[in-house]
């Protein structure tokens, strides 16, 4: 077997840094990921749309390109484009949410950024090398122990109508709600969690298919000391711990949302010492740096024996077949559902 090649360089490929189309988490956590990507090789964020000032753009770097430097992709609505701009190349998708029409080849591997997103792929790409890299919590992300002049905090931006149209106007007859509309700095949003003591969070699929694949504001509300209210859609559910960590939010009738909130109001912290320490060892930039020194050797192992050898296992492994008796019994309960449907009505 040939021994695996060294990564060169890492580029992190992103369509634009300055435009309002890419203000978004998922730009926070993909440029928090290539700081500190360049502590492990030397790293280089690339855009590909937009040009901007002092930083590469793809289409002039790829003639020189290094041909052992690992590009990482992370914009999932781009990446079928991207894979056809770099075929041949050593190329990894960093999974940030579902729901886009993606084909992965087995050769591309896949950073999931929560579990959720994971266990997606293993159904989508179930040979694919499959790899798990959460975001990392900004140091400043902390209780700052502020007085909470906040009773609740919404982030209008990406919610969802019930929310908006509803469950706000109802707790606004309740208690003091603020709410934020713009994309605002990230200092100023940790002061808002600090002077919260209820944050709402609410995310739906949307028409297209997308899902939220890890919702990063609510983790830092909790880390900032905030009750959290969320539903449990897509990577939510991988630190959401209801009753626990957090209370689902959108249960049963508006009413029954609106009693539990109003209930948290002066209750005090949800959250002890010990729990939100642990939530933020598991996000921090400790936890992110060992699963790089666990997860760069291996993508070099792999592209090394990927350049030397096909891929065979979606040939080999399959999907076990159904034993006898149990077709048996299906061929059983049709026949029978087939003949009641053909049975005179009235009949016994």
């Given at each position: ?54 930083v ?11 041909p ?17 701009q ?22 591309i591997p ?15 790409a ?99 000391g905030c ?9 939510l559910?991988?630190y ?12 049963y ?13 002066g ?5 002890p ?9 598991t ?37 076990a ?5 149990r ?14 449907q053909?049975r ?5």
């Open positions: 077997m040939p021994q695996p090649t060294a990564i060169a360089q890492i580029y992190v490929l992103l369509p634009g840094l300055q435009g309002r189309a890419w203000q978004s988490g998922g730009l926070l956590i993909a440029r928090k990921a290539a700081a500190l990507l360049q502590s492990h090789l030397p790293t280089q964020v690339v855009t590909y749309r937009d040009r901007e000032p002092d590469p753009y793809l289409a002039d770097l790829l003639p020189t390109l290094d052992h430097a690992l590009l990482i992709a992370t914009w999932g609505p781009h990446i079928n484009e991207l894979r056809g770099l075929a041949g190349r050593r190329l990894v998708y960093y999974a940030q949410s579902t729901g886009w029409p993606i084909q992965l080849p087995a050769p896949i950073l999931c950024l929560s579990r959720y997103i994971m266990a997606q792929w293993m159904r989508a179930p040979y694919n090398p499959l790899f798990l890299l959460g975001p990392v919590l900004e140091p400043d992300c902390c209780d700052q122990g502020l007085a909470r002049d906040i009773d609740v905090l919404f982030i209008e931006r990406k919610s969802t109508a019930y929310l908006r149209d509803h469950l706000v106007p109802a707790l606004r007859e309740r208690g003091n709600v603020h709410t934020v509309r713009d994309f605002i700095p990230r200092a100023e949003l940790f002061q808002l969690y600090n002077r919260a003591q209820v944050y709402l969070y609410s995310s739906a699929p949307w028409a297209s298919g997308w899902v939220e694949g890890f919702g990063f504001q609510p983790l830092e509300a909790t880390i900032c009750a959290v209210f969320s539903n449990l859609h897509g990577g559910a991988d959401l711990d209801p009753q626990l960590n957090a209370f689902k939010l959108e249960v009738a508006l009413g029954y949302d609106v009693e539990r909130i109003v209930a948290r109001l209750a005090g912290p949800l959250n010492p010990a729990t939100l320490a642990a939530l933020r060892a996000y921090s930039e400790a936890a992110f740096h060992a699963r790089i020194d666990a997860i760069l050797p291996e993508l070099a192992r792999f592209f090394g024996y990927a350049a030397h050898h096909p891929a065979d296992i979606a040939r080999l492994a399959y999907v077949p159904v034993p006898a008796w077709q048996q019994l299906y061929r059983v309960k049709q026949r029978t559902t087939r003949a009641l053909r005179p009505k009235g009949a016994r």
